[in-house]
């Protein structure tokens, strides 16, 4: 149960009242007590103590269209997504961020295409200790150069807790990969970090494990929580994984939270990349993230999901009149 406490109700008091009830409390303008769903009844020596309590049916709390009935917006400074925007975000950047030359070119290539948000990894969470890692902090600082050059926003990922802080710190956008969906130490440090996170699902979790992750951030304070849809496992081995789009329609009919779909990762081949992001931008969502190299057949990771910059302009002039067909505009 989510309950809204009266403005007299001091912060001693609060915390008393969530040790009762077992509850998460969280302080902004108001105080925020979310105790386990099970409660649902508010016990009636509380009820002068509060100005609202929403009694969901299970753990998907703060993200619930029970709680919230409007997708929440995230401002940036010369855009938005979700409430009433209409926005479909574009972010585009190769998979890793790994020469100078390299990340400044797609930094280039993302003004030129009208793309606000330039997304690259410097922490890879690779399958085989034996490949390219990513370039740690020399890569964040170099996308922090492409931010202060280029006017660009920034998205990039924290693999593990032990450099959370040092991506926050360099990032516009903090992005959760599907590995580390389940890391408590990442999304617990998120949840009290003042920027939006894009939260992968990871590619064996159920959407229900998928929406409880992201609460372990907003129930940490932090409101601005975007779901990222990448493609789950199944028994289908032709491509990379399967892009659940009914997992979609679940997220956008029961939680709150603006949704951005990643068909890269997905499909895992570039040639499917383009079908998909139409069928994407098709459903509606606040963004899409598409990965994009300069010579892709060179990457140091992901080489043969990513877009050359000639598929990447047709496949933005293909999405313009979708997204006006669904009623949205590309930011
Ligand atoms: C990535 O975004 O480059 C990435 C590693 O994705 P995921 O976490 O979805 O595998
Ligand atoms: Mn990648």
Request: with cysteine; hydrophobic share 40%; charged share 25%.
């Amino acid at each position: 149960m989510i309950l809204h406490l009266n403005k007299t109700v001091s912060l001693a008091e609060a915390q008393s009242i969530a040790n009762e009830l077992k509850a998460i409390l969280i302080e902004k303008d108001e105080i925020v007590l979310v105790s386990p769903s099970k409660l649902q009844e508010l016990p009636s020596h509380l009820k002068d103590k509060v100005t609202k309590a929403i009694a969901v049916p299970n753990d998907i709390q703060l993200a619930s269209k029970q709680y919230l009935k409007e997708t929440r917006k995230i401002k940036f400074p010369n855009f938005e997504i979700g409430g009433d925007s209409n926005s479909t975000l574009m972010i585009t950047g190769p998979c890793s961020v790994e020469t100078p030359l390299q990340i400044e070119q797609a930094a280039k290539y993302c003004v030129s295409q009208g793309v606000k948000v330039l997304r690259a990894g410097c922490y890879k969470p690779r399958t085989s200790p034996y490949s390219f890692q990513g370039l740690g902090l020399e890569g964040l600082k170099l996308l922090a150069e492409m931010r202060e050059k280029y006017g660009l926003h920034i998205i990039t990922e924290v693999r593990d807790s032990s450099h959370v802080d040092e991506v926050i710190a360099h990032t516009d956008i903090i992005q959760i990969g599907a590995k580390a969906m389940y890391d408590h130490g990442i999304l617990k440090r998120c949840g009290k970090a003042n920027k939006p996170v894009l939260l992968k699902r990871g590619f064996g979790s159920t959407l229900q494990e998928f929406v409880q992750a992201a609460e372990f951030i907003l129930s940490g304070g932090n409101d601005q929580v975007i779901l990222c849809e990448r493609g789950i496992r199944t028994f289908e081995t032709n491509t990379r994984f399967t892009l659940d789009l009914c997992g979609v329609s679940f997220l956008k009919e029961k939680t709150n939270l603006p949704i951005i779909l990643d068909p890269s990762h997905a499909m895992g081949y570039a040639y499917g990349v383009a079908d998909l992001a139409r069928a994407c931008v098709a459903m509606g969502v606040e963004g899409l993230l598409i990965e994009s190299h300069p010579t892709p057949k060179e990457a140091w990771s992901d080489a043969a999901q990513q877009l050359n910059f000639d598929e990447f302009a047709e496949l933005m002039a293909s999405l313009k009149p979708v997204a006006q067909a669904v009623g949205r505009k590309l930011v």
